[in-house]
């Protein structure tokens, strides 16, 4: 079974950071993209951030310039840097894989999500 931990929300003052982990496990599992989605109160779950295996990433556009995803291969550990946060950024933020089993199909996989909070 595929599990991903994510740690690292909290509360924040507009203008401050916060950094995001996940770690992805499952025994023989490998993990494909990897990412960050982001769900806000009465919104629909929307991406926030991917990085694929070989460090291309994606960002959608209300981020791009602030946030900054990476990942640890190695440790199946993608992360991410929120900076200049704002008080729309607040939301209950999801880790992503994708992950099989050798030959098999790839398919998704959520983390229980942790909540960022931007407020004055």
């Known amino acids: 079974q595929v599990q991903l931990v994510e740690s690292g929300g909290g509360s924040v003052q507009p203008g401050g950071s916060l950094r995001l982990s996940c770690v992805a496990s499952g025994r023989s599992f490998n993990f494909g993209i990897m990412g960050w989605y982001r769900q806000a109160p009465g919104k629909q779950r929307e991406l926030g951030a991917t990085i694929t295996n070989g460090g291309t990433t994606n960002y959608v556009d209300s981020v791009k310039g602030r946030f900054t995803i990476s990942r640890v291969n190695a440790n199946n550990t993608v992360f991410l840097e929120m900076n200049s946060l704002k008080p729309e950024d607040t939301a209950v933020y999801y880790c992503?894989?994708?992950?099989?089993?050798?030959?098999?199909?790839?398919?998704?996989?959520w983390g229980r999500g942790t909540q960022v909070t931007v407020s004055s």
């Open positions: 992503y894989s994708t992950a099989w089993k050798g030959y098999a199909s790839a398919f998704p996989y």
